[in-house]
């Protein structure tokens, strides 16, 4: 049982609207539970696979969900890295290890099964290429066409390649990402597709289970959760389950709610930084972590709200910063990731630097796509394999050399 509500102003609207934004102050829509109604126990949950379905009480979804299994993915303890910063607590959920590489599916099984119970037969979204990739995905399991439209020539690789190989309608806009999700929102409000950008509140539902199944893994709430920053809804989805857990009784304490941007794409950090009570949308953002090439983040409102009440904060890192990180976690921790997932980390190890961050804190990192999104970006910091003659001598000789 749930009602839309507004984030601004508070209007409510019925749960079978197909609406983004209120009508009233234009603002947007969250998913409001009644939560006495919720009788679900922790270890009632804990009996189930973990799974963003364990959590189904607190989802909004009635019909059979569409889905992939997704969710359940591992957290994993980080401890060269860790030890390299002095945190003997820090972790990172791979969400890369989602069923399309990418936290986006924890939405889009919500999101797209939500389309079908409001009986909507075509879907579409904007994207920086995850959320163009997951939302093909599902809409090939649903068994229905999806339209995506993407920024031209910004776009990694395996994502194009996913949106595509799904049967996804693409279509690349000369234009940035911002300037996608005005079309495409136009689109769905004119001609009856069914929007799936993080607009859409059902999508954020799922994705907060990320920090339902972090504090399941850990065994207690982290201190700290940070989260690499585009849109911002990722982030907002994390906190708004955390406040639910509080209110049924299931928290002991709220995490600190941490975004990391990156410097030619980082409006939540000065909204931060300059105590401002809405970003200001950056023109031209540029980086290559292309995931949160955002200059006008839909979401900035809820994440700077979840941000401000939880005592946490928000830091901006450099390409290079990102770069690096991306290396460490693959070389020191076995861990592939795309570049916009390694500013997590990178941003603690800023944190760390700066005298933020206790070092006994429980930090959970969630590192948000897996490396083979990117290949591009990774080939172009590593070198070339060596091509050798096929014998043992040149293989031998090249193993000396090359040590
Ligand atoms: C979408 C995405 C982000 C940003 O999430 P927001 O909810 O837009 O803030 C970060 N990393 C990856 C890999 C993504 O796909
Ligand atoms: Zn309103």
């Given at each position: 049982m749930f009602r839309l509500v507004c984030v601004r102003c508070a209007k409510a609207y019925p749960p079978d609207e197909i609406i983004?934004?209120?009508t009233r102050c234009g603002h947007l829509l969250a998913v409001e539970y009644d939560l006495d109604a919720v009788t679900i126990t922790r270890s009632a949950w804990e009996?189930?696979?973990l799974s963003v379905w364990r959590y189904r009480e607190l989802l909004p979804v009635s019909v059979s969900p569409v889905t992939l299994n997704e969710g359940?993915?591992?957290?994993?303890?980080?401890?060269?890295?860790?030890e390299e910063l002095g945190l003997p607590f820090l972790y990172a959920k791979h969400e890369g290890m989602n069923p399309t590489g990418s936290f986006k599916d924890r939405g889009m099984t919500v999101g797209v099964s939500m389309a079908i119970q409001l009986k909507k037969s075509s879907v579409a979204c904007a994207s920086t290429g995850n959320t163009s990739a997951s939302l093909a995905a599902y809409a090939a399991r649903a068994g229905i066409p999806a339209v995506v439209l993407l920024p031209a020539g910004k776009v990694a690789l395996g994502k194009v390649a996913q949106a595509l190989m799904h049967g996804a309608k693409v279509l690349s806009i000369r234009g940035n990402f911002d300037r996608a999700l005005e079309?495409?929102?136009?689109?769905?409000?004119?001609?009856?597709?069914?929007?799936?950008?993080?607009?859409n509140p059902f999508r954020l539902e799922g994705q907060k289970t990320i920090g339902f199944e972090a504090i399941d893994q850990l065994g207690e709430v982290p201190d700290r959760i940070v989260l690499p920053v585009g849109n911002a809804g990722n982030i907002s989805a994390v906190y708004k389950g955390c406040v639910e857990l509080e209110k049924l009784g299931f928290l002991e304490r709220m995490p600190m709610m941490t975004g990391i941007q990156a410097e030619g794409s980082m409006p939540v950090v000065r909204a931060i930084r300059e105590g401002l009570a809405e970003v200001e949308p950056e023109p031209h953002p540029e980086t290559v972590a292309t995931a949160i090439r955002i200059g006008a983040p839909v979401n900035a409102e809820k994440a700077l709200a979840a941000i401000r009440k939880t005592g946490g904060t928000a830091e901006s890192v450099t390409d290079d910063e990102i770069l690096a990180m991306q290396r460490m976690l693959a070389q020191n921790e076995g861990i592939g990731v795309e570049p916009a997932s390694a500013a997590s980390v990178a941003g603690v190890k800023?944190?760390?630097e700066n005298g933020s961050i206790d070092k006994d804190e429980k930090i959970v990192c969630?590192?948000?796509g897996?490396?083979?999104?990117?290949?591009?970006?990774?080939?172009?910091?590593c070198a070339s394999p060596l091509e050798i003659d096929a014998d043992l001598p040149s293989l031998l000789s090249a193993l000396q050399s090359s040590s």
């Open positions: 983004y934004h209120c009996k189930r696979p359940g993915t591992p957290l994993y303890h980080l401890t060269r890295i860790g079309m495409v929102h136009e689109l769905c409000l004119t001609h009856g597709l069914y929007l799936l950008n993080s607009v800023k944190l760390v969630v590192v948000t897996h490396l083979l999104k990117d290949p591009e970006t990774v080939i172009r910091q």
